[in-house]
């Protein structure tokens, strides 16, 4: 079997605070293949945006703990050197942030902070980065890429900004594209276009993405596999049709009941999962996800409040299709064979 390009296992990310300690990811394991797009969702403080800054060595070191191993082709990226990660970043493994008027530098024209990223990883000259600058600002559908490479980021529009953060992350032709919530700020037309120039370019490069989302939407129109995160875990993982179809957590259910449809009667009200995330200084025992859970079995030792669940996989004699939940109705005799994931291929 071949390698997967990215495999997380067990990843845990503390942070130290004043009030204590941040269990901001706690335990989190997935694989990404080559060529496939896996989108992250989950409510706000899920550990969505933490998980993929720690692939690329984005956090103070000074007041993080990771644990855990994240292999990125052969290379392990937990407690690498900075130089390895500084080599890594932009060649092998790009990220396209959230909000790239903050992420682009205002002092600097757009081109310029091309073809300074061009540069540190190929060696290349200046006339040659310049070319290559403007080569992927059009690649990316940006008009009169000439002009525009020697404007500097203000002077681009919201969506034109974050096609020329996707031009620069795709610069160096990455293995991986991490994209963390690319379209959040867009209207839906430009929504449309960014998703569609994903698609295209990874057709065109065969570059693996990460997509972290609040748009199950986006979900079900780009990603191959989706990763459900709730309170710094992974609560449930498989092919996207498969999840979106037949979600096995209560959490993901309740994010697709909180989502409306076309299909709806008019006067149908929305329903929001109850409830609010908890804090990750001191997150619920057990299943962190019981206290707002419809299903969750009562009483004082009920598993649901006192063991925490292990994200498993449903496995049919046939070998079955990877779709798991870390859920101990999931588990329950009948329903499934469980086998833990940690440290095992999806």
Do not use: W
Not at 100 to 108: D, G, Q, V
Not at 153 to 169: L, T, V
Request: proline residues 8%; aromatic residues 4%.
């Amino acid at each position: 079997m071949t390698p997967p390009l990215l495999a997380v296992r067990d990843l845990r990310v503390r942070f130290a605070t004043e009030g204590g300690v941040v269990k901001a990811v706690d335990g989190v394991s997935f694989d990404v293949e080559r060529g496939r797009t896996l989108g992250i969702v989950g409510e706000s403080g899920s550990g969505k945006s933490v998980t993929n800054l720690t692939l690329l060595g984005l956090h103070n070191p000074a007041r993080t703990t990771i644990e855990g191993s994240a292999v990125l082709d052969g290379t392990e990226l937990v407690g690498a050197p900075e130089r390895t990660l500084r080599d890594l970043r932009g060649q092998r493994v790009s990220m396209v942030f959230q909000d790239p008027l903050t992420a682009l530098s205002p002092y600097f024209t757009v081109g310029a902070q091309i073809v300074e990223t061009y540069r540190r990883h190929t060696g290349a000259g200046r006339r040659e980065a310049k070319a290559r600058a403007v080569e992927m600002l059009d690649r990316v559908g940006i008009p009169q890429p000439e002009r525009r490479a020697r404007e500097y980021p203000h002077q681009f529009s919201g969506g034109m900004r974050q096609r020329a953060m996707i031009a620069m992350a795709l610069v160096c032709d990455p293995d991986l594209l991490i994209a963390d919530e690319p379209t959040t700020a867009l209207d839906v037309t430009v929504q449309a276009q960014i998703l569609d120039l994903l698609a295209e370019l990874q057709e065109q490069l065969g570059t693996a993405i990460i997509l972290v989302t609040h748009d199950l939407g986006v979900v079900a129109d780009v990603a191959d596999d989706v990763l459900v995160m709730y309170a710094g875990r992974a609560v449930e993982f498989g092919p996207v049709a498969e999840v979106l179809d037949t979600p096995r957590h209560p959490y993901t259910r309740g994010l697709l009941a909180s989502v409306p449809r076309l299909s709806d009667a008019l006067d149908r009200p929305l329903q929001p999962v109850p409830g609010s995330p908890p804090s990750l200084l001191d997150p619920p025992s057990g299943c962190a996800f019981h206290p707002r859970c419809a299903h969750a079995v009562d009483g004082p030792e009920a598993p649901c409040r006192t063991v925490l669940p292990l994200l498993t996989r449903a496995q049919a004699a046939s070998g079955g299709s990877g779709h798991a939940a870390a859920c101990h109705l999931e588990a329950a005799p009948g329903t499934a064979a469980p086998t833990d994931l940690q440290g095992a291929t999806p």
